[in-house]
């Protein structure tokens, strides 16, 4: 057992009598699972708000988020792939709950870029032309996310037909 996944079962503590019960190891494990999935939506929510609300500091800190997040979510699949699972092998790309996570990574990243560097990503000076193409391309960026999301959905069903 390498040292990364000695590591992984001790923050787990999956060696505990608890998982000897194969009940309560799924039903933890699918608790773990939502558990895991609402901090990843609170933290990315967070940085979302954080550099628009906060400002720098604001920023700083939704930047942290975003390292810790991304670091934490490596480890997880880290260790599915050390139990020889491929995440990526059997998940779908453009899902509703995928394209929440972009736009609201977006949003953050977005926020930050401004926070911190106004001069070189939101001009001091910026025209009527600069904000009319913001308008737009927050339009045309709005409608591509929301057809991404409609299309998901539509082969999500189809999937779910041919299934049946």
């Known amino acids: 057992m390498s040292t990364f996944t000695a590591t992984m079962r001790f923050v787990g503590d999956l060696d505990s009598e608890f998982y000897d019960d194969e009940r309560q190891r799924d039903v933890w494990n699918e608790s773990a699972a939502v558990g895991l999935q609402l901090h990843i939506f609170g933290g990315l929510i967070a940085a979302a708000v954080l550099p628009w609300a906060a400002g720098p500091t ?14 934490v979510n490596y480890a997880t699949i880290g260790y599915a792939k050390s139990k020889n699972v491929d995440l990526f092998a059997e998940s779908r790309w453009f899902t509703a709950r995928a394209n929440v996570t972009a736009a ?8 930050i870029g401004v926070t911190l560097a106004p001069d070189r990503y939101l001009p001091s000076r910026a025209g009527a032309d600069t904000w009319a193409g913001l308008v737009v391309g927050g339009i045309v960026g709005g409608g591509a996310v929301a057809l991404m999301i409609r299309r998901s959905r539509r082969r999500k069903q189809q999937f779910e037909t041919e299934e049946d």
């Open 58 to 71: 604001g920023a700083w800190i939704s930047l942290g988020i975003i390292v810790f997040g991304a670091v």
């Open 104 to 111: 609201l990574m977006l949003v953050a990243l977005v926020g």
